[in-house]
């Protein structure tokens, strides 16, 4: 398992009628779409897409990485046709749940077309009784908020990669959704990915919300909120505006914040009772919110929420996408602590799912988001990038030694222990898939979505916190408006390097253009570095060599991108190296070979080994002779 590549993909765009203000409006809209497997871009939040495929005459499996989103499917009013909820529950039989799902199917009345809502963890289940039934090959399978899939890896890859691997064997139509673009990176990463085409609605400007979003420093979520909290208890409300010549009064709020023990503490700070606030967030928090006398809510539906509405709503990562909230006067506050590294807030992705979370038209707060961020520190990334290196050297270690073990009883105590250390020291799982006869099947694998994960918040923690210039770069090419632009020349000076850059094609050039900028505008190091338009490449290549050897190498990709990749290797070649050098032995000059050559192979280096190698990565090795086997006289070196 390498680490991550720069890949340029293309997609397909597919303009969206103009009298089109919901996909469910749109009767050819599936039949636009090529058949197979395809990615789709709604672009945006809210456009009916999922309830086009709920409302339209084919047999559908909606599967979602969220109970919560699920649950507001099944809520929402109106709809003629009767959906089922594969419920997995810990409270719910799977087995009477199997047994409804078949009652569903056969006791319908005729013209019946079955809709069948699963989150990501149980379609598995479905897929199987679906086709043991003989009815699987009629359903098309709609996997909902797509990007889930890489940014929830570091905790559910295991289900995400079984569930990718179970939909490989398929002839279905399946339709990967998502309402932000997915980086190529991830895609181009994965060969499952690689190469399903990809199309993005165009909308007409009408249906264009412009979000205007007030960012915040913060010392810590906890004193974020408690600043917010305490704004509310002294004036009765969280924000006030003014339409129409009438105050308009802000008296409930939703918190966005990734980490279900700063919630708890805000509750006992603040003696918070299920009568003031709601927290949605995973059902594995049950019992913590127990403790302070909640459990686990839910977001009330359309025809309910004027009366159930809590002043506080609190909202970890479970919600950040897909479920819907209805309030005609609620603020959004957004935090985003990115020195952990489970709570890396992705301002590309999750700022915009949260801005679409809030439904109700009337709300004059729904276009507005207040967004508390802190700023990351160069050793938070520096140990996250060891710790990220680390792991994929021990992935490889692994696979090397113990890929091919086929007994089934190992197997299963190797997934037991996963399960346990889960990506703490590695990358390795152990999934179940079904082959082209139903058999199911146990293998050993490098999680691939766990070390993008991995490495996707490497990038957030470099391109988007690193300063508060960073944070405002990416907030603006996201879409959002800012309250509060940031002041000076900075940006004039940076608009013309890259109006410069991005009109050239030659790479020569551009990298001639990036280092000679750098050098002599060394202070605005860290926000080239954040705009994301401009390849990780470039400034992968300036990090790892000087200015003068990149001038050495005269600019050439291929030379500079060979240096770079011993650079960067270098850690991870040494440690392999250690685990199958002996210091003190003896080895031909072609032992040294082989073995350098295998760890190159494994690490994805597209290097031929030489035996003097060794002496960039073992600093002891000296030079001898040595009497071979065979009792002739062979060059070697001693450890």
């Not at 994965?190 to 009408?206: A, G, M, S, Y």
């Not at 603020?331 to 990115?338: H, L, N």
């Not at 038209?361 to 507005?368: G, H, I």
């Not at 508060?468 to 000076?493: C, M, Q, R, W």
Request: glycine fraction near 4%; charge should be neutral; proline fraction near 4%.
């Amino acid at each position: 398992m390498d680490l991550i590549k720069k890949y340029n993909m293309t997609g397909e765009y597919l303009n969206v009628p103009t009298n089109v203000n919901r996909l469910s409006d749109w009767k050819e809209f599936d039949s636009s779409l090529p058949r197979g497997k395809v990615i789709l871009n709604k672009s945006i939040c809210g456009c009916g897409c999922t309830e086009a495929y709920l409302r339209n005459d084919k047999p559908v499996i909606l599967a979602s990485p969220r109970r919560e989103l699920i649950n507001c499917k099944m809520k929402q009013p109106g709809r003629a046709r009767p959906l089922f909820y594969f419920d997995r529950s810990k409270s719910v039989d799977i087995k009477k749940t199997i047994n409804q799902l078949n009652t569903y199917l056969s006791s319908q009345q005729q013209g019946f077309i079955p809709k069948v809502l699963v989150t990501y963890d149980s379609l598995k289940i479905v897929l199987d009784c679906l086709a043991q039934w003989g009815v699987l090959e009629s359903f098309t399978i709609i996997i909902d908020e797509f990007p889930c899939i890489f940014t929830d890896a570091k905790l559910k890859g295991q289900v995400e990669l079984e569930m990718i691997r179970n939909l490989e064997r398929l002839s279905n139509d399946v339709v990967f959704v998502s309402a932000t673009p997915i980086k190529d990176i991830c895609l181009e990463e994965t060969e499952e990915f690689r190469n399903v085409p990809i199309i993005t609605l165009v909308w007409p400007p009408k249906k264009t919300r412009q979000i205007r979003l007030d960012r915040q420093t913060m010392r810590s979520t906890i004193d974020a909120c408690r600043q917010v909290i305490r704004r509310y208890i002294t004036d009765k409300y969280f924000k006030t505006t003014i339409i129409d010549g009438e105050t308009k009064y802000s008296t409930e709020a939703l918190f966005f914040l990734n980490n279900v023990s700063d919630i708890i503490k805000i509750i006992k700070e603040f003696g918070l009772t299920p009568d003031d606030a709601i927290v949605i967030c995973a059902e594995d928090n049950d019992n913590k919110l127990r403790e302070v006398g909640f459990e686990v809510g839910h977001a009330n539906d359309e025809l309910n929420y004027k009366t159930q509405n809590k002043p506080f709503t609190f909202i970890t990562k479970a919600s950040f996408e897909g479920a819907d909230f209805y309030s005609d006067c609620a603020s959004t506050y957004v935090f985003a602590d990115p020195g952990l590294e489970s709570m890396g807030l992705d301002i590309s992705i999750d700022l915009p799912q949260i801005a679409g979370r809030c439904r109700t038209d009337t709300n004059p707060f729904r276009n507005e988001i207040t967004y508390f961020y802190k700023t990351s520190k160069d050793r938070d990334v520096q140990r996250f990038e060891q710790n990220v290196n680390n792991r994929i050297a021990e992935t490889n270690e692994f696979l090397r030694k113990y890929a091919s073990i086929q007994e089934q009883a190992i197997l299963q105590k190797i997934r037991d222990a996963q399960k346990i250390q889960k990506y703490k020291n590695d990358y390795i799982d152990v999934i179940e898939t079904l082959d082209d006869t139903g058999e199911t099947i146990i293998s050993i694998v490098g999680n691939i979505y766990a070390k993008l994960a991995d490495l996707r918040g490497i990038e957030i923690l470099k391109s988007q916190y690193n300063t508060d210039y960073t944070v405002f770069v990416n907030v603006k090419h996201s879409g959002f408006t800012t309250a509060n632009p940031l002041e000076g020349n900075n940006a004039n000076i940076l608009n013309d390097f890259c109006a410069k850059f991005f009109s050239d094609n030659n790479f020569v050039r551009k990298m001639k253009l990036y280092v000679d900028f750098l050098e002599q505008n060394p202070e605005l190091k860290s926000d080239v570095e954040a705009i994301p338009q401009i390849p990780m490449d470039y400034k992968e290549y300036y990090n790892a060599l000087t200015p003068e050897r990149i001038r050495a190498l005269d600019y050439r990709e291929k030379a500079i991108k060979d240096e770079r990749d011993e650079i960067k290797f270098f850690p991870m070649i040494q440690s392999s190296l250690a685990k199958i050098l002996i210091a003190g032995e003896n080895y031909t000059c072609a032992e040294l070979k082989v073995k350098i050559q295998k760890v190159y192979d494994d690490l994805n280096i597209r290097k031929t080994a030489k035996a003097t190698d060794i002496e960039k990565y073992r600093t002891s090795a000296k030079k001898i002779i040595m009497t071979g086997a065979d009792g002739k006289r062979k060059k070697g070196y001693r450890l």
